[in-house]
């Protein structure tokens, strides 16, 4: 993974796709962990396992889109965003 970790894992989901491949690998950091868990919540993932002597998650793919925001109450969804009534700044979309 590179400095911009958000944007690595999309580009390892979408690289994953275009190659039709079941899992892959990223790290384990606080920001890897609350997008997996947006989309397992929102239900683009439908697996996660935590491989303890790599530190890392396996990500079994599926789903539709969504958008990611960096909220003042943490990382949620645009849809979870509008129903707290408020902003935050995006930080991918999925789809």
């Given at each position: 993974?590179?400095?911009?970790?958000?944007?690595?894992?999309?580009?390892?989901?979408?690289?994953?796709?275009?190659?039709?491949?079941?899992?892959?690998?990223?790290?384990?950091?606080?920001?890897?962990?609350?997008?997996v868990k947006i989309l397992l919540?929102?239900?683009?993932?439908?697996?996660?396992?935590?491989?303890?002597?790599?530190?890392?998650?396996?990500?079994?793919?599926?789903?539709?889109?969504?958008?990611?925001?960096?909220?003042?109450?943490?990382?949620?969804?645009?849809?979870?965003?509008?129903?707290?009534?408020?902003?935050?700044?995006?930080?991918?979309?999925?789809?």
């Amino acid at each position: 993974m590179g400095k911009d970790t958000i944007a690595d894992i999309i580009t390892s989901i979408r690289n994953a796709d275009i190659n039709r491949k079941e899992t892959i690998q990223i790290g384990s950091t606080n920001i890897t962990k609350n997008i997996v868990k947006i989309l397992l919540r929102e239900v683009f993932i439908d697996n996660v396992r935590k491989h303890w002597e790599r530190n890392k998650y396996f990500l079994i793919l599926g789903g539709m889109g969504i958008v990611i925001l960096s909220t003042s109450q943490g990382r949620m969804t645009d849809w979870e965003a509008r129903l707290e009534g408020i902003g935050g700044e995006i930080l991918c979309y999925i789809w």
